[in-house]
């Protein structure tokens, strides 16, 4: 035979629609009752079509090469179905990280644009102090020193 029976009596719900399908003369009664069993097939088709049992036999085998042959058809159909899949799903993460590393590259260029406006601002504070202190060194001098006693006692408390 060209079919594997073990499986067709393993799954005998799903083939016995197609065993109603092609032997329609075979009552419903009758093949849910054949549980899958190749020989009680073959006595079913030889009763209902009055043929012998080797044309039961050789209906048959051309049946299970027919099943086989779109088992075939639909196992390559599905083989392609997922190397197209495959694809979209490499394209796809091939397009976002391409997006990742350009939003990266984005970011990193942001964040070294914040970076020197922060260094500029810091660049000018310092510079500005500077030049308070300089041109106020007494006053600085006091500032620095009530600063300094504050912060002692700050200090001092937490002893």
């Known amino acids: ?94 397009q976002t990280s391409g997006q990742a590393a350009a939003r990266s590259a984005a970011g990193q260029r942001r964040l070294a644009e914040l970076r020197a406006v922060a260094e500029h601002g810091r660049d000018r504070a310092v510079a500005r102090a500077q030049r308070r202190v300089r041109s106020q060194p007494g006053a600085a001098l006091l500032i620095a020193f009530g600063i300094g006693m504050l912060l002692g006692g700050f200090v001092g408390r937490r002893r």
């Open 1 to 94: 035979m060209d079919l594997d029976w073990n499986s067709i009596e393993l799954n005998w719900g799903k083939y016995k629609e197609l065993v109603r399908e092609k032997w329609r003369r075979i009552p419903q009664e009758i093949i849910d009752d054949l549980q899958g069993s190749r020989d009680r097939l073959i006595d079913a088709i030889s009763e209902s079509y009055d043929v012998t049992r080797e044309q039961a036999l050789r209906e048959l085998s051309d049946w299970a090469a027919d099943l086989r042959e779109r088992a075939g058809v639909q196992a390559e159909r599905a083989a392609r179905a997922r190397a197209e899949a495959a694809a979209a799903i490499r394209r796809l993460a091939d």
